[in-house]
């Protein structure tokens, strides 16, 4: 396992779990309009998931020997509702792409709590990429 490289991208992926953790409970914290609660409550939600899934790529990173980034990828909230999903939509990829990577980078026989952490969270970014899809108009 190219070790150096795993550790990036766990930090790299936790300063985006980070990012989106504020953005989505910003976002549910200031939309307006009719969808305002339910897509409020959607939101909030899922900043808990992102939080957790913070939780889990620190908890990697310790058990590799490293030290967890405390570091936050760019917050842009957006102001209306379209907007919002968009960003969300956009960063959503990012972080698959990112998981996808680590994916082909960690071998199972290596470490399968990291490989399936990796699995678990990925599976849960593509679910919110398919809700988000959804939630768009
Ligand atoms: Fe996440
Ligand atoms: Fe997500």
């Given at each position: 396992m190219d070790r150096k490289k795993?550790?990036?991208?766990l930090n790299q992926a936790l300063t985006l779990e980070l990012a989106t953790?504020?953005?989505y409970s910003t976002q549910a914290a200031?939309?307006?309009g009719p969808y305002s609660v339910t897509i409020g409550d959607k939101l909030k939600q899922m900043a808990a998931e992102e939080l957790?899934?913070?939780d889990l790529l620190r908890d990697r990173l310790v058990a590799l020997g490293e030290r967890p980034t405390t570091e936050v990828a760019d917050v842009d909230v957006g102001n209306k509702l379209k907007k919002m999903l968009?960003?969300?939509i956009n960063v959503?990829?990012?972080a698959v792409e990112i998981y996808k990577l680590l994916m082909r980078l960690v071998p199972k026989d290596e470490s399968i709590v990291?490989?399936?952490t990796v699995e678990d969270i990925l599976c849960e970014e593509e679910k919110d990429l398919e809700?988000?899809?959804r939630l768009i108009e």
């Open positions: 795993v550790v990036k991208l953790y504020i953005r200031v939309l307006t957790r899934h913070a968009e960003i969300n959503e990829r990012k990291l490989y399936e809700d988000l899809d």
